[in-house]
């Protein structure tokens, strides 16, 4: 009676050993994926401060105004080449094949045009 349960313990305390080891090493595995993973996170962080710091730097209104006066060509719109609203040539507009938005309201934007349009043309014409 005594032989069984000796062997039932000896079984049992074989089993949490390889328990208790395989934890052991399963908890070391995990805290070196722990470790790398904070390793990676650190210089993304590193990464992502250095990339602020270039973007900052690109985005300069400095630096930005010297690009724009070295390769651009811009210069100031002479009054002369202002012109009302009016003035300016409407594009037709054709028929969709299929596709149809909701139809703009001509009356709505005409009377915003004609208060702009005068007011440009008076600014236009005051300035000859």
Request: proline residues 6%; charged residues 25%; without cysteine.
């Amino acid at each position: 009676m005594m032989r069984p349960l000796y062997i039932a313990a000896f079984v049992v305390a074989v089993m949490l050993t390889y328990g208790l080891y395989s934890m052991k090493y399963e908890v070391q595995r995990l805290e070196s994926k722990l470790l790398s993973l904070q390793t990676g996170l650190r210089s993304e962080r590193e990464a992502v401060q250095v990339l602020r710091a270039e973007w900052s730097y690109l985005n300069s209104p400095e630096r930005l105004q010297k690009l724009a006066a070295r390769h651009l060509e811009l210069t100031p719109v002479s009054l002369h080449r202002l012109a009302a609203l009016d003035r300016l040539p409407l594009k037709e507009i054709l028929p969709d094949s299929g596709k149809r938005g909701p139809e703009p309201n001509p009356s709505a934007s005409k009377t915003s045009w004609n208060k702009t349009s005068s007011r440009n043309a008076a600014i236009a014409d005051g300035d000859r």
